[in-house]
T-cell receptor, first 115, second 113 residues
Framework: DVKVTQSSRYLVKRTGEKVFLECVQD?????MFWYRQDPGLGLRLIYF???????EKGDIPEGYSVSREKKERFSLILESASTNQTSMYLC??????????????FGPGTRLTVL | EDQVTQSPEALRLQEGESSSLNCSYTVSGLRGLFWYRQDPGKGPEFLFTLYSAGEEKEKERLKATLTKKESFLHITAPKPEDSATYLC??????????????FGKGTHLIIQP
């Protein structure tokens, strides 16, 4: 079974702190994604990566950066956390198959609260 | 811009009462339409992928169908354990690479015993 794990289930940080969210997948997937999920807004794509050291902006990248130094690991970085970044953060991964669909498998999520 | 609209936002059914959830979409070129189930406090769990109009897929009490403008998730004789939020998402052709999903806001389904 595909397994996507996230470093923390719950995290509480203070405004202005630098925050790292880590995601690891064990299926040798090429693609990895970070989403945030908010009530009334649904899931929105922050960043994605289709290879080591590659990254692409999603729909809401402002205030975030990412790092992918190894194929199995994708990190989301909040350089200076703000209260409006309080949210559920979900990591996902998928194969990269040209000309085919790429179903994404999600981790359990990290609920981040910024005070 | 890709858009996904799900209806209803919430649905309460009695156990055994069949119904359908709707997902309307607009996308420049559809690579795939996905259905996920999400339980409270957990990540979405993959259910189905549909590629093209006319396609249908089934899993236990769930059946997903696709037209050129919408998808339906039919739930037959549901049980309380089917209670969850059901999410619809589309993936568009964007010239290769990894393409993120555009999600609807979900339908919160409650099945009462």
């Amino acid at each position: 079974d595909v397994k996507v794990t996230q470093s923390s289930r719950y995290l509480v940080k203070r405004t202005g702190e630098k925050v790292f969210l880590e995601c690891v997948q064990d299926m040798d997937h090429e693609n990895m994604f970070w989403y945030r999920q908010d009530p009334g807004l649904g899931l929105r794509l922050i960043y994605f990566s289709y290879d080591v050291k590659m990254k692409e902006k999603g729909d809401i990248p402002e205030g975030y950066s990412v790092s992918r130094e190894k194929k199995e690991r994708f990190s989301l970085i909040l350089e200076s956390a703000s209260t409006n970044q309080t949210s559920m953060y979900l990591c996902a991964s998928s194969y990269r198959l040209a000309g085919s669909y790429n179903e994404q498998f999600f981790g359990p999520g990290t609920r981040l609260t910024v005070l | 811009e890709d858009q996904v609209t799900q209806s209803p936002e919430a649905l309460r059914l009695q156990e055994g009462e069949s119904s359908s959830l709707n997902c309307s979409y607009t996308v420049s070129g559809l690579r795939g339409l996905f259905w996920y189930r999400q339980d409270p406090g957990k990540g979405p769990e993959f259910l189905f992928t549909l590629y093209s109009a006319g396609e249908e897929k089934e899993k236990e009490r769930l059946k997903a169908t696709l037209t050129k403008k919408e998808s339906f998730l039919h739930i037959t004789a549901p049980k309380p354990e089917d209670s969850a939020t059901y999410l619809c998402a589309v993936q568009a052709y964007q010239g290769g690479g990894a393409d993120g999903l555009t999600f609807g806001k979900g339908t919160h389904l409650i099945i009462q015993p």
